[in-house]
């Protein structure tokens, strides 16, 4: 149990690290998204008029780009001109000022997927339909959101993968970890920063393990859930036959149409059935706002739409939903309450995408998403402590490789992160793919952090501390300064302003830029003291001598 | 544990059987969940459902136990050829499903 | 209003089962109040005032919000009041004394 902890650990703690920071990050993807867009700087809002705001903009979407070009190599050829319009969705919550909209194409000519398709998607400001810019990177919620669950690693969904058995690593590193530790409540409040290195970054595995074990394996294990059909495709390979007949029948039953039945009908007022859904709601002593609304088979006299509840108030994301015929307007099916099952797969997936209201929550799962972050960091750091002690070539080659690679996870991410919010201040936001260029930012100076850890590394293998920490420290404290003043530069609104208007998505943030700048700056002097003080290896019999875990 | 450490193509075998032999097995489980299910009755989605939540924690204890195990030719035949029983006998109900 | 305070409460009841909890354990007893010994009643009355804090914390976080949000926010102020009765205990111990000055100086000469 220990070769696993120790090994999958070190290998997959790379990922891990980027899945729990990342992760932390996204629980304001939307605040982030308001610093990094000051055009959305404004108060969030409910769900538009439909038939008003939504309509039109859905008939000017059209497929992206991408999606088609990925199309063109499904189907190996030419796609058909006419691709019919399968659905219209839009989705709010209660921090969103701008709304998302999607639209989903059908492709007719793929001969192993009858039903493939590609998407449409736009964001709006929903006060007046205008179009925000497609090149405008959603820092937060398009980009380090995905990223602490894909990597970015688009091809074959690969990096879904790589994190999902991550995630495994992770379950399976806080069993070996609770089999290897044994004083689990004795020891639970135990951390003594005094003592040698060794010792207290220990302690602090095992105190950051321990405390937030419950969050630590719910959500690892609810991030598998939530993508499980990747994971486990049943419905699409094995279980297909079985799958399409159950969808078949489901449609049967529910008198929600499975397919499209060819002839075109003009749509209701969605607006009517807003009000409608609305009014059930309330009848069952759950008001509540739209969060999901989705047209299907748009256009056709089978057409219904669904209009789900935001689960504001509820660990579920979306529920309650009520279903219309797009034709007549008229109520075909209100969502019975959810079977037990289904409840507890719904607050698994609500617990980790965490879309209700509750601020004091969120930044609990900051902090318990920072305490991951901490144990997986704790454990590199532990590691290349202990095979810094150890004698011969091995042990020191073995130590510098994995302390380069320990600065390039920690304060390397870190300076990717500050400077990718650099680059969205700095860059004009008239640039052509400004979005591209921000993360091209991101990665070079990442790959940058890599080349310096590994350049500074040759005091590791003489028993000492990189100095590749402190300068990076420094670099993170320097960038994220000025993150926060290039906000006050490019768009006037400094925190003073900021706080006092109450503000704060940006107030916020800028304040946890500065606090993670002083983290940093506190972080390098002390590195600084303990270089100077340069203590060179204690030998190895002595340390033996002390720990009772070696 | 300590035994396995020694030969590299041993730790290799290992890996392989509980990442390999562990998604073979979770992967059998969850297909027999779906098929037993559906086969008593239950609603696909909410058979599917279910699979999905416990099939993790199959996996995680397969893993484990892959690890902890001193037989490593125990390890093999019991995820991958359990994992491959539990695949064809839901395969079989489930072809038997009308 | 009245959500934030019982959540507040919750919050604070949280600390204290931790902190007593931690007490309640003679290395940590000994970071607050030095030489004196933990005697076996004192360790058991704080481990279930400990108990019975924590339990107070979810009946208040049950009143503040929805069971199923109420679990969440206990499970993690249960996590955050370890972490932080743990750094108090690492920088500062001291700063915890007053969570148990209602436990009298307990010479066992002084009992009979």
Known sequence: ?550 | MSSFAVKPREILSRIAAGVFGGYAFMWGFAMLCVAVGVFAGVDYDEALTFAYLLAFLVYLTAFCWAFAEASLTRVWIVLAGGGALMTGAAWLIAGNLH | MHETVTTAAALLSSLFGMAWLALAMRVHWAQVRDAEPLTASAALTLRIMGGLALALSWVLCLQASHATMAALVWIMSLAGAALAVAQILAWRPRLLAPAIVWLRPTAPAQKQ
């Open chain 1, 1 to 550: 149990m220990t070769w696993l902890h120790t090994w999958f650990g070190l290998v997959l703690g790379y990922v891990l690290m980027v899945a729990f920071f990342f992760g932390s990050l996204s629980v304001f993807d939307r605040e982030i998204d308001r610093w990094a867009i000051p055009e959305t700087r404004f108060a969030p809002q409910v769900m538009p008029s439909f038939d008003k705001v939504l309509t039109p903009i859905f008939e000017k979407m059209a497929p992206e780009e991408e999606e088609l070009a990925a199309a063109r190599q499904r189907v190996g050829g030419p796609l058909p001109d006419v691709m019919p319009l399968m659905t219209w969705s839009a989705y709010t919550t209660h921090r969103d000022p701008v709304l998302d909209m999607y639209a989903e194409y059908a492709i007719t000519n793929n001969p192993k997927d009858p039903f493939d398709h590609v998407h449409g998607h736009v964001t709006i400001d929903p006060r007046n339909g205008k179009l925000l810019p497609h090149d405008q990177l959603k820092i937060g919620s398009e980009f380090f959101y995905p990223l602490h669950f894909s990597l970015h690693l688009e091809w074959m969904n690969i990096g879904y993968w790589i994190v999902g058995f991550a995630a495994l690593v992770m379950l399976a590193a806080l069993v070996s970890g609770i089999v290897m530790h044994r004083k689990i409540f004795r020891e639970m409040f135990t951390f003594r920063p005094k003592k040698q290195l060794r010792r207290s970054v220990l302690d602090l595995h095992n105190l950051t393990g321990v405390v937030a074990l419950p969050f630590h394996f719910f959500f690892a294990l609810s991030g598998l859930t939530i993508f499980a059909s990747i994971y486990l495709p049943l419905s699409e390979t094995m279980m297909r036959p079985l799958a399409e007949r159950h969808a078949i029948e489901e449609a049967e039953k529910s008198g929600l149409a499975f397919a499209p039945s060819g002839v075109t009908a003009p749509l209701a007022s969605v607006d009517a059935m807003v009000i409608e859904a609305k009014r059930r709601w309330a009848d069952r002593g759950m008001a509540g706002e739209v969060g999901f609304l989705m047209v299907s088979h748009v256009g056709d006299a089978n057409s219904f739409v669904s209009i789900y509840r935001a689960g504001s108030d509820r660990v579920s994301r979306v529920g309650q939903g009520v279903h219309f015929s797009g034709v007549t307007g008229k109520v075909i099916r209100e969502e019975p309450a959810p079977s037990a099952v289904s409840s507890v797969n719904d607050f698994l997936t609500g617990l980790h995408l965490q879309h209700f209201k509750h601020w004091l929550l969120r930044w609990f799962y900051v902090l318990g998403g920072l305490m991951g972050a901490v144990c997986i960091a704790t454990g590199f750091i532990f590691f290349v402590e202990k095979r810094k002690q150890r004698h011969g070539v091995e042990g020191a080659k073995q130590a510098r490789w994995a302390d380069a690679m320990a600065v390039t996870t920690v304060t390397g991410m870190l300076i990717a992160t500050a400077s990718i919010l650099v680059a969205n201040r700095v860059l004009p936001a008239e640039l052509a793919h400004k979005g591209e260029w921000e993360k091209a930012v991101f990665w070079l100076s990442w790959l940058a952090a890599l080349g310096h850890a590994a350049w500074r590394g040759g005091a590791v293998a003489q028993g000492r501390i990189s100095p590749a920490w402190r300068e990076q420290c420094w670099t993170v404290a320097i960038l994220a300064s000025a993150a926060v003043v290039l906000n006050w530069v490019t768009t006037g609104d400094h925190l003073l302003k900021t706080i006092s208007t109450g503000f704060w998505p940006v107030a916020g943030f800028d304040l946890a830029l500065l606090g993670a700048a002083g983290l940093a700056a506190f972080a390098a002097r002390a590195l600084r003291r303990r270089e100077r003080a340069a203590m060179p290896s204690q030998p190895a019999f002595k340390i033996l001598a002390e720990s009772p875990n070696a």
